[in-house]
Nanobody, 122 residues
Framework: HVQLVESGGGLVQPGGSLRLSCAAS????????MGWYRQAPGKQRDLVAR???????NYADSVKGRFTISRDNAKNTVYLQMNSLKLEDTAVYYC????????????????WGQGTQVTVSS
């Protein structure tokens, strides 16, 4: 079983910055993709940014040029640097990871974190 623990959310003014972190732990054989999704009240959960093992990334159009995703494979950790935050970035941000879990008989896994609140408000 693979667990994801997020940190770094909070309250920030428009134009400010936050950095989210998500660490994966447990019986991890390999991690393929890690990413961040967000869900605002009354809306569906949408992709914010995703990074795969070779370092390639993709972003939601609404965050391109403002957010940067990165990962530290040695630490099984993914980061989301959020700059120039806007009111509409307010949401619960969820970390996601998939890959192979277990050491003796690796099986596919897909895990979600518990979510961290990001509030952009003046």
């Amino acid at each position: 079983h693979v667990q994801l623990v997020e940190s770094g959310g909070g309250l920030v003014q428009p134009g400010g910055s936050l950095r989210l972190s998500c660490a994966a732990s447990g019986s991890i054989f390999s991690i393929n993709a890690m990413g961040w999704y967000r869900q605002a009240p009354g809306k569906q959960r949408d992709l914010v940014a995703r990074i795969i093992l070779d370092g390639s990334t993709n972003y939601a159009d609404s965050v391109k040029g403002r957010f940067t995703i990165s990962r530290d494979n040695a630490k099984n950790t993914v980061y989301l640097q959020m700059n120039s935050l806007k009111l509409e970035d307010t949401a619960v941000y969820y970390c996601y990871a998939d890959g192979l879990g277990g050491y003796t008989d690796p099986r596919p896994f897909a895990s979600w974190g518990q979510g961290t609140q990001v509030t952009v408000s003046s």
